[in-house]
Nanobody, 124 residues
Framework: QVQLVESGGGLVQAGGSLRLSCAAS????????MGWFRQAPGKEREFVAA????????LYADSVKGRFTISRDSAKMTVYLQMNSLKPEDTAVYYC?????????????????WGQGTQVTVSS
């Protein structure tokens, strides 16, 4: 079993920054691919970013490329999402997900474990 706990969400003005963290339990964290997804009110959950087991390969949604950066610290069993130049359309609940496979993917159905989510609100 893997448990994921997100933190770092909050209210920020447009153009500001936030860093989300996702702390994982489970001794095999180092071999999991990790992802971030988000869901805005009235919308379907969408892919944001993902990172493979080693941190050497990342994927980003077009809407966040150049603004968001995903990274991981396997020693701390934590994955991060640095969000810069935030826009009101980034407002959503952000979820961390773990995949019991080394390769990152944009497909939410391929992730095996999910956190409870953290709210990010960007005011205009």
């Amino acid at each position: 079993q893997v448990q994921l706990v997100e933190s770092g969400g909050g209210l920020v003005q447009a153009g500001g920054s936030l860093r989300l963290s996702c702390a994982a339990s489970g001794r095999t964290f180092s071999v999991y691919a990790m992802g971030w997804f988000r869901q805005a009110p009235g919308k379907e959950r969408e892919f944001v970013a993902a990172i493979n087991w080693s941190g050497g390969s990342t994927l980003y949604a077009d809407s966040v490329k150049g603004r968001f950066t995903i990274s991981r610290d396997s020693a701390k069993m934590t994955v991060y999402l640095q969000m810069n130049s935030l826009k009101p359309e980034d407002t959503a609940v952000y979820y961390c997900a773990a995949r019991m496979w080394a390769i990152a993917t944009m497909t939410d159905k391929l992730y095996d474990y999910w956190g409870q989510g953290t709210q990010v609100t960007v005011s205009s």
